[in-house]
């Protein structure tokens, strides 16, 4: 088959969010015997390591099947022949909900929502990660029950992680690192745990986030001076606290993961929490750094369940505090690593994507609903009043 795999993202040796699993998939339909097409962001180009070719204009009239998040497809994709294998695992209407209303945002919310009755006339199959949202996706084809919802979260590299480690600038070597790895965003609670590490007093411990401008990003970031400025409001400096100003390449990432005690991800409480997928917590599982997870979601519950760290109340200090304290002890680090380990070779790409690659020559299954219907619906949530007032 011929497969087109879409993302709005930054396609490069530096890349993150939607790209990285847009590359990750591409790959397994490539190795699946499949012809693929990776059309990404403009600027975009081959990362290091095998891969499909990498394009800046899709190609619609091209392709047998085409892979994307809806949110960044144009009706045009909706419309032909081609199988269309929705990838929903973003839940970009609860991170817009988490985030400050603006013109800017309810602009985006109408956008996405207007994909939705389009996806739920015309998809052939949906990629869903972990139990909530394949329950929120199934709901939105109920009229369509025979549509497949395949639950597919993230995986991590089918080859081990390499045993460099970098050093961090500005953390001392005797230090542990706690790494918040990824962005800071408005659903995320960086500040939990910056005021948890300051109950942590003279502690030899660093807590690293990275300030680097986002690959591909068109709005605000951020920035050194934000994070120091969050440190100060608990008393902290550094070294307590210290930046990563680089956006660390993709293919390079074990090296800084292998200097990290601690990987946390914490949340705030709401509708992203309960349908993310932390898919920047699978880097821990693939390096053995054990996690600090905020209750909520599909990676906290599984990190429960098979010992991978430690899983805490949102917006807790104390518990966090205390989880941090816990965890950087030796035997526990032994124990959480250990776990890791076992858990490394159940979460490769190249297993945890099978099930797409054994349903995509199957498909369509479920008869279309009618687009025409399904445009007139998506057409009312592009002309429906902002929120608040506002005007786009």
């Known amino acids: 088959m011929k497969v087109l795999v879409v993302t709005d993202d930054l396609i490069g040796p530096v890349m993150a969010g939607s790209a990285l699993r847009a590359w990750e ?3 397994v339909v490539l190795a699946a015997g499949h012809d693929v097409l990776l059309a990404a962001a403009d600027g975009s180009g081959h990362p290091e390591g095998h891969g499909p070719p990498v394009t800046t204009r899709a190609r619609w009239g091209w392709p047998d099947a085409v892979l994307a998040p809806p949110w960044c497809l144009p009706p045009r994709a909706f419309f032909g022949s081609h199988r269309l294998v929705i990838d929903g695992a973003t839940p970009l209407l609860a991170e817009l909900a988490a985030a400050p209303s603006s013109a800017g945002i309810h602009k985006r919310q109408r956008t996405a929502a207007a994909r ?15 139990e909530a949202q394949i329950e929120w996706w199934s709901e939105r084809l109920s009229h369509r029950p025979d549509t497949p919802v395949i639950d597919l979260p993230f995986g991590i590299p089918n080859h081990d992680p390499s045993d460099e480690i970098e050093e961090i600038s500005g953390v001392p070597s005797d230090w542990a690192v706690v790494l918040w790895w990824g962005g800071v965003w408005p659903w995320l609670d960086l500040e939990t ?3 948890a590490r300051s109950r942590l007093g003279a502690a030899k411990i660093s807590v690293v986030v990275p300030t680097a401008e986002r690959p591909g990003a ?11 400025a969050a440190a100060g409001r608990h008393g902290l400096e550094s070294p307590a606290v210290v930046p990563l100003e680089r956006w660390v390449p993709y293919a390079e990432r074990d090296r800084v993961l292998n200097r990290a005690s601690l ?22 599982v693939w390096c053995g750094v054990p996690l600090l997870l905020s209750e909520g979601g599909a990676v906290a519950s599984r990190a429960l369940t098979e010992g991978w760290g430690g899983v805490v109340p949102p917006g807790d200090i104390d518990l966090t505090a205390s989880a941090m304290r816990l965890l950087l002890n030796p035997r526990e680090q032994d124990r959480c690593r250990r776990a890791l380990a076992e858990s490394r070779s159940n979460w490769r790409w190249s297993t945890i994507a099978q099930p797409l690659v054994e349903i995509l020559p199957t498909l369509p299954r479920a008869a279309r609903s009618s687009l025409f ?3 007139a ?16």
């Open 25 to 27: 998939l591409s790959r």
């Open 116 to 130: 939705l009755p389009l996806v739920a006339a015309r998809a052939d199959a949906v990629l869903a990660a972990g």
């Open 193 to 195: 745990l910056l005021a």
């Open 218 to 228: 068109d709005t605000p970031h951020f920035s050194t001076r934000d994070l120091m």
């Open 263 to 284: 990987l946390a991800v914490l949340h705030r409480s709401g509708a992203e929490a309960d349908l993310s997928f932390r898919t920047r917590a699978l880097d821990g």
């Open 373 to 375: 219907a399904a445009a």
């Open 377 to 392: 619906s998506a057409a009312a949530s592009l002309l429906s009043p902002v929120i608040g007032g506002e005007q786009p």
